[in-house]
């Protein structure tokens, strides 16, 4: 009796991982065509929300790299929503 629920938890968890790569992967894409430089970098920041539920380290590293870009191009409206 206890092996459905866990089945239906791991196959629940799984279909999970799969749609938010999925995200991931279109948020990718769009980065790569989009051509403002505002626009990259608001949709690295919704990168990095999206990733804080699959891989903390990776959300972070891409956190600060897109932290520094914005210092780089001395954009300040996406720097305070990236550091929030």
Known sequence: MRRIPTC?????????????????????????????????IKLIINKVYLLCNLNLDSSINLALRTLMKIKRQDATGGGVRCEV
């Open 8 to 40: 239906f938890l791991l196959i629940f968890s799984a279909q999970m991982i799969i749609a938010q790569n999925a995200k991931l992967d279109s948020l990718s894409n769009l980065i790569s065509k989009t051509s403002s430089d505002t626009g990259r």
